[in-house]
């Protein structure tokens, strides 16, 4: 869905090659948060990227106290807004969430360092946080955020 699509109800109908399908009714919510998962599944494993930019796994896990990126979907309008398919800004001012997601690992929350559109890119959201250093180390803390009263799915981190 486009980032700048406002909250109601909708017709949607496919086309392909011509064809028209039936129009069906859809309402749309200011957020419907989601973060991706490396299986693709949205469950597991999260995608999560160290500042070095290799990826989070059992072998290279996070660190307490670090800061990582993962990405998700639904999080809502971005301040400045964007046009439908049009990549986020390559520089300030970027591309932020007008709500900002708050983000727990197990029951600790985050510090979210940024939300929003990466650099460049017109999807998906990005979500930079600083791993909260209560946590205790283990192969499969558990990840989740919460925008606007409405929650995500849950992916783990490996972290030490």
Known sequence: MPT???????ALRVETASIRSNEIQISVGPFAPGIFAQ???????????????SVVSASN??????????????LGVVNPSVAAGQPGALAEPFNRTMTLPRVFFDIYPADVVYSGLPAGAAWPYQVTVRIPT???PATNV?????IGGSGSNRVTIPVR
């Open 134 to 136: 209560l946590i205790s």
């Open 142 to 146: 558990s990840v989740s955020l919460m």
């Open 39 to 53: 299986n693709g599944s949205g469950r597991g494993v999260g995608i999560f990227l160290k500042n070095d930019g």
């Open 61 to 74: 896990p996070a660190d307490r106290g670090t800061v990582v990126t993962f990405f998700a979907a639904g």
């Open 4 to 10: 700048d699509l406002s909250p109601g109800d909708y």
